[in-house]
């Protein structure tokens, strides 16, 4: 009896079956049968599958969730905690600011090049023996002949011609032989000569790429040089109690401290040298900036989450608790850091850039003022004191409700006033397109770019103030910006030249703005500025404009005139004839 069978197999389950009968059409029936068994049981499978992994993923969704709230509720107590140790965390770290700290003593980060090695070369072959050339006088290459070849001559002669042959066969494996040394060779000079030339310019690349290294490393070596001396010019400068480097001094610890990102940490601060007293503008955090949220919980009833907030009166007590301490910690830190002695007391005026519930306008009301002794401030503990009771301790002014943005008069102002001001004028009304600002009186090109640049600050509420005519190369102009994130103090200097502006002038702006502890310094030309300058000027608080920034200034206001160098020259040169 014949037996049929046949296997079958499924990839899904990987499972297999071979079915076996003596009917081919029963076992095709019994295949098809237990292939739908399989895929029943495959979709099944991937039924019950599909059910688990979602009842996995809700699962693993519902404790993400959970996990989720209670991090963002981790975070929410932790910006609580945070607002609660303003003042112990400065008072835990201590540090005062390390002027070697200062210094850049990064390494040069590119690596030096690698020099290529030495090309390795392949043994040259060995000379070829020109002596085991085939020499037809050679006893091999001359027939011998017996008794017989001389009387038969057929045989004698092909003794001869099997000698030529033989011969000219080992004279053509000898050539053979010698045109193959000569390709081998020829293949090695070709092989040397790549080597060499790949060597060469391999040699060339790395030696390019070794000066450029070379020179960028001197070059950050020397920019770190500089960005040494400039720091310990300004370390000397502290401790000689030049005012505009102790305000510097002063700042850089302010702004060094470490505030909630949300925090404006702004300063102005002005140090009056007669009184050794630093009068310090301190923008504060808004009501807005302090933390709200209490906790939060997700629901998984409702599958959301609920957040809790702290109410208006808990939030009012957390910021009149933490302006408090901000104004005892600016304090602990400006007397901690006091190195050079230069500060017998400190004005803190605390404001805060917020909105007119009332008008609707933007306002900065100062809304508590301390003027505090060294002497005074030095012996209270800090970490025992309550900040408000400490604050009134102190004769501090303030509304006993800070949230209120109450504003109050400042114990002392920061003046303004600098007695190099003068009076200015106006000089812009009168230009046309025949005014040549390149041969323009120096005083008058010097009120120009003053009013200038007080229509562009006056935008933002700025001012500017032109100072006393020297002609000395110091500050023609002081500009002062109020908006609280980018504002300050900017130095402006004015140079009617008609001849390139190289980078002495640009380091003496540099250094007036370091002496005069201003923001930024602006530089106009009715000329334009050499290479060196604008790579002095690179990475520096300092802005360079050309005769062309100067006439584009002028037309964003409504005014013309032009520039023309040659034409300067020679009107100044006659003039000075006269």
Request: one cysteine or more; a neutral charge.
């Amino acid at each position: 009896m014949n037996m049929y069978e046949m296997r079958i197999n499924h990839d899904g389950l990987n499972k297999f079956r071979v079915i076996r009968g003596n009917d081919p059409s029963a076992v095709q029936e019994k295949a098809e049968a237990q292939s739908r068994a399989w895929d029943e049981m495959w979709i099944k499978n991937k039924v019950a599958n599909a059910k688990r992994a979602e009842k996995e993923r809700k699962a693993l969704d519902k404790e993400s969730k959970i996990r989720l709230a209670a991090e963002q509720t981790a975070e929410a107590e932790a910006a609580v905690v945070q607002l609660d140790q303003v003042l112990l965390s400065a008072i835990q770290k201590g540090d005062l600011i390390d002027w070697e700290s200062l210094e850049d003593k990064s390494v040069f980060p590119k690596p030096r090049p690698v020099e290529p090695p030495k090309p390795v070369y392949a043994e040259k072959p060995l000379p070829f023996d020109m002596s085991f050339k085939p020499n037809p006088h050679e006893k091999q290459f001359q027939p011998h002949f017996d008794f017989f070849d001389r009387f038969l001559s057929g045989k004698k002669q092909r003794k001869i011609v099997e000698t030529r042959e033989k011969y000219a066969h080992a004279l053509q494996g000898w050539k053979r032989r010698l045109q193959e040394y000569k390709e081998l060779v020829c293949r090695h000079n070709e092989v040397v000569s790549k080597v060499a030339q790949l060597h060469k310019e391999s040699s060339k690349t790395y030696k390019g790429a070794l000066r450029r290294w070379e020179s960028e490393k001197a070059q950050f070596l020397s920019d770190q040089e500089r960005q040494h001396q400039e720091v310990q010019a300004k370390k000397k400068s502290y401790f000689d109690l030049l005012p505009s480097a102790i305000v510097e001094y002063c700042e850089m610890v302010l702004l060094a401290s470490e505030y909630p990102t949300a925090f404006p940490q702004s300063v102005e601060p002005e140090y009056i040298s007669s009184s050794k007293t630093l009068v310090v503008d301190y923008f504060l955090p808004g009501l807005e900036d302090i933390p709200s949220v209490k906790f939060i919980r997700y629901v998984q009833s409702q599958d959301r989450y609920v957040t809790t907030s702290f109410s208006g009166p808990q939030i009012a007590k957390l910021y009149d608790d933490v302006i408090y301490k901000i104004v005892l910690r600016t304090l602990y830190e400006l007397f901690g850091a006091d190195r050079a002695n230069a500060l017998e007391s400190v004005v803190f005026n605390g404001i805060v850039d917020s909105i007119d519930k009332a008008t609707g306008q933007r306002v900065k009301p100062c809304i508590l003022s301390l003027h505090v002794s060294k002497s005074e401030f030095t012996p209270i503990d800090l970490t025992l004191v309550d900040p408000k009771a400490c604050f009134k301790k102190l004769k501090g002014v303030g509304s006993s409700k800070l949230h209120s943005m109450t504003p109050v008069a400042p114990v002392m102002q920061i003046s303004r006033e600098d007695k190099r001001f003068v009076p200015s004028y106006g000089v812009a009304q009168d230009l046309d397109d025949s005014v040549n600002l390149a041969a323009m009186d120096w005083e008058d090109f010097e009120h120009l770019i003053r009013e200038l640049f007080e229509k562009e600050f006056s935008v933002n509420g700025g001012e500017v103030r032109v100072t006393q005519a020297s002609r000395d190369g110091g500050v023609d102009a002081v500009a002062f910006d109020p908006d609280p994130i980018r504002g300050g103090k900017i130095v402006i200097q004015a140079k009617r030249y008609t001849n390139v502006v190289g980078v002495s002038a640009v380091r003496d702006l540099f250094g007036t703005v370091m002496n005069e502890g201003a923001l930024k310094g602006i530089l106009v030309t009715t000329s334009n500025y050499g290479p060196d300058a604008f790579e002095f000027a690179k990475g520096k608080p300092l802005t360079l404009l050309d005769g062309g920034n100067l006439l584009h200034l002028l037309g964003k206001h409504g005014h013309r005139a032009r520039i023309n160098i040659r034409e300067a020259k020679t009107f100044l040169a006659q003039r000075d004839k006269s």
